[in-house]
């Protein structure tokens, strides 16, 4: 059975590069699919932002006529410039159980960032810190969240057997909600507010809290971020774009944003109801019917995607989340919702993991991005 690696060029390919995640994991129970436009978008200069400063190039395995795996190769020249390194990365990577397949497609990645002067190849990385990231490493029977990737367990082992190692690790929790907000939190949420002067805001709309604090809130990202991994800041034009993705469809009364006497923002939490459910019965395709799944669980849910968390350098350590905890937990009891999935964090930030100490968190999944120097 020969095997053929070939580069995705035609709009045809490029869907059909997308769709093979569907097939891949049909029949699995964890699997939270994107959505088929929204991956097609991603990869059209016209329409993300990022590719004015990515390069990439995307590879399907194919044996016998049919795809038996896919690969994206990328270079993320600002990231590269920020951390003044030059690191090619692999994304959108999907297999079948097969050793041969996995590292053809890696061979090909590799080659491509190499051919470029890159001098080693990580992943699973998108082209930002805003796509999916971090390949899954424990809790394959746990469901995923539209935010993560989920892979099978033979994933990491195929990596392991070709040279990759780990260079970072991400936790992920998932917590209960309480029935009143803590004590603790409460009372330092009255002291914090009085003695920084700071206080929270609320919107009855997504278009009037965009107008007026949609780009401060990726301000504060920049401001909060930089430190992280694969950090690099985001473009004016990043900004827009990811306004109109994320902002434009969030329930307003999930999003607590701290504000300062010079209404800056200095602190936020953006929740989202859990969308995996939802998103596993659309299939990948919002129309006809898609639609109607994603409304349903944007207004009736019993779980919720604790999205983003962020505190300015200058406030953090200072009791900040408890403002954001005393804002959000009554409106997550008046919702419903019993439980809150944390989504990724670097499995060194322990300051954020103490921040679940109160709400019974089970550690119940891990993901870690691959590297090979060469």
């Given at each position: 059975m020969?095997l053929e690696?070939k580069?995705?060029?035609?709009?045809k390919?490029?869907k059909?590069?997308?769709?093979?995640?569907?097939k891949?994991?049909?029949r699995?129970?964890?699997?939270?699919p994107?959505l088929t436009?929204?991956e097609?978008?991603?990869?059209?200069?016209k329409?993300?932002?990022?590719?004015?400063?990515?390069?990439?190039?995307?590879?399907?395995?194919?044996?016998?006529g049919?795809?038996?795996?896919?690969?994206?190769?990328?270079i993320?020249h600002d990231?590269n410039k920020w951390?003044?390194?030059?690191?090619?990365?692999f994304g959108?990577?999907?297999?079948?159980?097969d050793?041969?397949?996995?590292?053809?497609l890696?061979d090909?990645?590799?080659?491509?960032?190499?051919?470029?002067?890159?001098?080693?190849l990580k992943?699973p990385?998108?082209?930002?810190?805003?796509?999916?990231?971090?390949m899954?490493?424990?809790?394959?029977e746990?469901?995923?969240?539209?935010a993560?990737?989920?892979?099978y367990?033979?994933?990491p082992?195929?990596?392991?057997n070709l040279g990759?190692h780990k260079?970072v690790d991400w936790?992920?929790?998932q917590?209960?909600?309480?029935?009143?907000?803590?004590?603790r939190?409460?009372?330092?949420?009255?002291?914090?507010?009085?003695?920084?002067n700071?206080?929270?805001?609320?919107?009855?709309?997504?278009?009037?809290l965009?107008?007026?604090?949609?780009?401060?809130?990726?301000?504060?990202?920049?401001?909060t971020?930089?430190?992280?991994?694969?950090f690099?800041p985001?473009?004016?034009?990043?900004?827009?774009?990811?306004?109109?993705m994320?902002?434009?469809?969030?329930?307003?009364d999930l999003?607590s944003?701290?504000?300062d006497k010079?209404?800056n923002?200095v602190?936020?939490g953006?929740?989202?109801p859990s969308?995996?459910k939802?998103?596993?019965k659309?299939?990948g395709?919002i129309?006809?019917?898609?639609?109607?799944h994603?409304?349903k669980?944007?207004h009736?849910?019993?779980v919720?995607?604790?999205?983003l968390?962020?505190?300015?350098?200058?406030?953090q350590?200072?009791?900040l989340?408890?403002?954001?905890f005393?804002?959000?937990v009554?409106?997550?009891?008046k919702?419903?919702y019993?439980?809150?999935e944390?989504n990724?964090?670097l499995e060194e930030?322990?300051?954020i993991?103490?921040l679940w100490?109160e709400?019974?968190?089970?550690h119940?999944?891990?993901?870690?991005?691959?590297?090979k120097?060469?």
């Open positions: 020969s690696i580069e995705v060029k035609t709009a390919e490029l059909a590069f997308i769709k093979f995640s569907l891949l994991y049909k699995n129970p964890y699997y939270v994107a436009y929204d097609i978008n991603t990869f059209d200069p329409k993300n932002p990022a590719l004015d400063f990515c390069e990439s190039a995307r590879f399907i395995a194919i044996r016998d049919e795809i038996v795996g896919r690969i994206a190769a990328i993320n990231t951390w003044k390194q030059e690191h090619g990365r959108w990577f999907d297999v079948i159980d050793q041969e397949v996995t590292k053809a890696l090909t990645a590799e080659a491509w960032v190499k051919a470029k002067g890159m001098k080693a992943g990385l998108g082209f930002t810190d805003l796509d999916h990231e971090g899954l490493i424990e809790g394959f746990e469901m995923g969240t539209f993560t990737i989920y892979n367990p033979y994933y082992k195929h990596l392991e990759f260079d936790k992920e929790y917590i209960t909600i309480p029935d009143q907000v803590p004590d939190h409460a009372r330092m949420a009255t002291i914090v507010s009085q003695k920084y700071l206080h929270t805001v609320k919107f009855k709309t997504a278009n009037a965009i107008k007026r604090y949609g780009k401060k809130i990726f301000k504060l990202w920049n401001d971020y930089d430190v992280l991994y694969g690099a985001l473009t004016d034009k990043q900004v827009n774009y990811y306004i109109k994320y902002l434009s469809f969030v329930r307003p999003i944003l701290i504000i010079d209404d923002v602190g936020m953006i929740a989202i969308l995996s939802a998103f596993q659309t299939k395709n129309f006809p019917f898609g639609f109607i994603l409304l669980a944007l009736k849910n019993d919720v995607d604790l999205y968390m962020g505190i300015h350098p200058d406030y350590g200072k009791g989340n408890a403002l954001i005393a804002d959000l009554p409106i997550f009891i919702n419903g019993k439980l809150a944390t990724p964090e930030n322990g300051r993991q103490v100490s709400f019974n968190p089970r119940h999944r891990s993901r870690r991005v691959y590297i120097e060469f």
